[in-house]
């Protein structure tokens, strides 16, 4: 199994996540509470808590993408 050395820093600001070009180790956040295994418990933690911190494999942010909403907007239909 291959372990992730590197994290982005992710920062959440009203919904919207973004990597802020910081990296660090994983020994520096691997006991961290902000610290995620996926994409989709960044979304999961960014949701829970708000705005904030947080730190994901350098190879797991989706390619191409500065940004990625948490929240998607509602739809009405009439």
């Known amino acids: 199994m291959v372990v992730n050395r590197a994290f982005d820093e992710i920062r959440v600001l009203e ?8 990296q660090f180790e994983r020994d ?5 509470d902000a610290c995620c295994r996926s994409m989709t ?3 999961r933690k960014g949701r829970a808590s708000g705005d904030g911190y ?10 191409g993408t500065e940004r990625v909403a ?7 239909q009439s």
């Open 41 to 43: 418990e960044l979304i």
């Open 28 to 32: 520096t956040v691997r006991r961290s």
């Open 15 to 22: 919904g919207v996540a973004e990597r802020t070009g910081m």
């Open 54 to 63: 947080f730190y994901l494999p350098l190879d797991l942010w989706p390619a």
């Open 70 to 76: 948490l929240h998607k907007q509602w739809v009405v």
